[in-house]
């Protein structure tokens, strides 16, 4: 062992003592997932709730699969704004607010699967949604997807429906792309194959996205009439 | 214009706000609460303080009969406007008989007998009533830290509301338009007036519709104009020109900007002011990351001009003001005093000076381009009532053949050959001269001197 192989070894060691493999996966590509988002903001101006969230959502939609992940999401997102519409006349304060929601949310995906698991048969709309997966998944990934809505409520409150919108909208194609790194079997090779390289490459990366100082490609638009002055 | 001469959230962030803004800094401008301190310790203007809370007990223990019309109610936390409520009249409902009375505020209105009840809504821009106890929800939300930056716990502050100037009235909607000054190495660099629209809601705010409208850091008079981050030259729907504005009390504006940054640890900050008709500008918010739509108000790349400027050492108030309106002078204006034509002055004019009561007082004047300011004889400033009320702004330090004098300086308002100049002038003992008004080369930039008779 020495320091070009020391993570080769780790890995294998973990195997060895029976860790499963997609662990090891997500464990090394996170920060990869992390850095392509980061990537995003400096280079191209995307948002997204932060880094946490849209790396957080791409390993829930790991376990979900994209389909069924997406329509998760909307569907608690539906369920959630109209929860809050129906709260609002309360006129409650934030936290028992968003335990209401939460409330309204936690019954709808019941509901949900109740019914799914209710008719057994699932048609031609439902597969394409993925729900004929929804039994299956675990909660964490849900209660994931809840925690996004949380985040998207807030924003609503603080920032506007639109703007909650346009973030969320971000976060998802965040999220996708982060679900496509953890999931192509390219990567998922590439990063069991070369552990050290990665490690360095994304170390690379952020020290020179960190010091970036140029406009953003969405900030060239932003700024177009200037530049052409 | 290039790229690399606009400042972008990248270059923002990094370059500037990172290097040059301290926590102790942000932490007062990021709290209205802490700005109101720091510039009530400075004695610089700011919108008056009523009552601020920070704890749900406040709330209930304040009596909220003793507000009487115009405040504001403001989340000291808060960002973007969010939470903000403009009250404009307070609305007394006396329940008597079974009858309701809607009644003007009066401040004996809720002395009432036991046997009449009375409860207080108010009134909002819009002409729309809020109840005094949705007020109160609305302040229990802010302490609870809804409209929070952070959605930490907050406070509540409850401040005077200003009225708008009447150079704006047809150009804002509802809310009151505010002029921000972004100073970086004290030397402004540039500054822009925002105007509220329907779609603004009222709110000085662009991402939210208002307008903004670009400022020429030398004239004070307005240049260009952005709605949505797309340049305009009026008002949308309406034929109002944006261009060509002038802003009251600029030099002043300029001057108490310049005088914040000394004060705070912050490098890179915008001052937003608000004009109050009396009392002129007024310092409502200190920003610590002012946003960059501010360049396509002013067709102007905000970095080049930052690098311009960041050299400079020890940069004074009075030199910093200078740099600014040298180095980013538009040539507009130039084009703006051609318009109105050079007009040729003798040595000495007979010039009309504004009294305190406003009437036009006729006297000899000198002009003199060796002195920067005007001045005027103490006597006679005090006869005008010029000296009154707390008028004067700040005091300089002069040199002349008599050696170093503190001398008082105050706002005046002239008129030469019939044009109007509003300015300062420091008040000096001019008692031996003939011509107790001299004006100075600040206040003569469009004229031309004839030296001879």
Do not use: C
């Amino acid at each position: 062992m020495n320091l070009s192989n020391f993570l080769q070894f780790a890995i294998a060691q973990g195997e060895a003592a029976g860790v499963p493999l997609e662990t090891i996966v997500i464990l090394l590509l996170f920060p990869v997932v992390a850095t392509v988002i980061a990537t995003a903001r400096h280079f191209i101006g995307l948002r997204g709730f932060g880094i946490f969230t849209p790396a957080v959502v791409s390993v829930a939609f790991l376990a979900t699969g994209l389909r069924l992940g997406l329509t998760l999401f909307l569907g608690i997102l539906l369920i959630a704004i109209l929860a809050r519409l129906l709260v609002k006349r309360l006129r409650l304060q934030y936290m028992p607010n968003m335990a209401m929601v939460i409330l309204v949310i936690s019954l709808g995906v019941l509901l949900i699967i109740g019914v799914i698991g209710g008719i057994r048969e699932i048609g031609g709309i439902g597969e394409m949604l993925g729900l004929d997966k929804l039994l299956m998944v675990g909660i964490f990934p849900i209660l994931l997807l809840v925690l996004l809505t949380e985040t998207f409520i807030s924003t609503q409150i603080s920032h506007g429906l639109k703007q909650a919108m346009t973030t969320t909208i971000e976060t998802l194609v965040l999220a996708t792309i982060g679900y496509s790194i953890l999931s192509l079997q390219i990567t998922r090779d590439w990063v069991l194959a070369k552990p050290e390289l990665t490690v360095l490459l994304t170390v690379a990366v952020n020290i020179f996205l960190g010091r970036f100082t140029g406009l953003r490609l969405m900030e060239y638009w932003r700024f177009r009439e200037l530049i052409r002055k | 214009m290039r790229a690399f001469h606009i400042l972008g959230l990248n270059s923002r962030n990094h370059l500037y706000l990172s290097r040059f803004n301290l926590r102790s800094g942000k932490r007062i401008a990021d709290s209205k609460l802490l700005t109101k301190k720091f510039l009530k310790k400075l004695k610089l203007p700011h919108p008056r303080l009523i009552v601020s809370f920070s704890q749900v007990a406040d709330v209930n223990n304040f009596d909220w009969n003793s507000l009487e019309d115009n405040f504001v109610i403001k989340p000291a936390g808060g960002f973007a406007g969010e939470g903000i409520v403009l009250i404009r009249r307070k609305m007394v409902k006396m329940v008597k008989n079974g009858h309701n009375r809607l009644k003007n505020s009066s401040p004996f209105s809720h002395s009432d007998h036991s046997s009449h009840s009375s409860s207080v809504n108010f009134q909002l821009m819009d002409g729309s009533i809020i109840t005094l106890s949705d007020l109160k929800l609305h302040v229990l939300d802010i302490l609870e830290g809804r409209f929070n930056r952070l959605n930490l716990q907050d406070t509540a502050i409850i401040e005077e509301r200003v009225y708008k100037h009447p150079k704006f009235r047809r150009y804002a909607y509802q809310g009151t338009p505010d002029v921000r000054i972004i100073v970086f190495n004290k030397v402004p660099v540039m500054a822009a007036l925002r105007l509220p629209t329907p779609e603004s809601k009222g709110r000085a705010n662009i991402h939210q519709g208002a307008i903004m409208v670009g400022i020429d850091l030398a004239t004070g008079i307005t240049t260009a104009a952005s709605h949505w981050d797309k340049p305009i030259s009026r008002v949308p729907g309406s034929n109002f020109r944006l261009t060509g504005l002038e802003i009251p009390f600029w030099d002043r504006m300029m001057e108490l900007a310049v005088e914040v940054q000394e004060h705070i640890s912050l490098g890179y900050m915008a001052i937003d002011f608000l004009i109050d008709p009396g009392k002129g500008p007024l310092i409502v918010e200190l920003t610590a990351r002012p946003g960059m739509g501010i360049q396509i108000a002013n067709m102007s790349g905000l970095r080049r001009r930052i690098e311009r400027v960041e050299g400079l050492e020890d940069v004074t108030p009075g030199r910093g003001i200078e740099v600014a309106k040298a180095l980013f002078a538009e040539r507009f204006s130039d084009k703006i005093m051609a318009e109105r034509g050079v007009k040729v002055v003798s040595v000495f004019e007979t010039a009309k000076l504004k009294d305190a009561k406003g009437i036009k007082i006729e006297l000899p004047a000198k002009i003199d381009t060796g002195a920067f300011r005007s001045s005027i004889d103490r006597e006679l400033a005090e006869s005008l009532g010029l000296m009154k009320n707390r008028a004067v702004l700040w005091h300089d330090y002069y040199v002349s053949s008599l050696g170093r004098e503190k001398r008082p300086v105050i706002p005046v308002t002239f008129w030469l050959i019939g044009r109007k100049i509003e300015t300062t002038a420091n008040v000096s003992d001019r008692s031996k001269m003939k011509e107790k008004f001299l004006i100075g080369r600040r206040d003569l930039s469009t004229f031309m001197v004839r030296p001879g008779k």
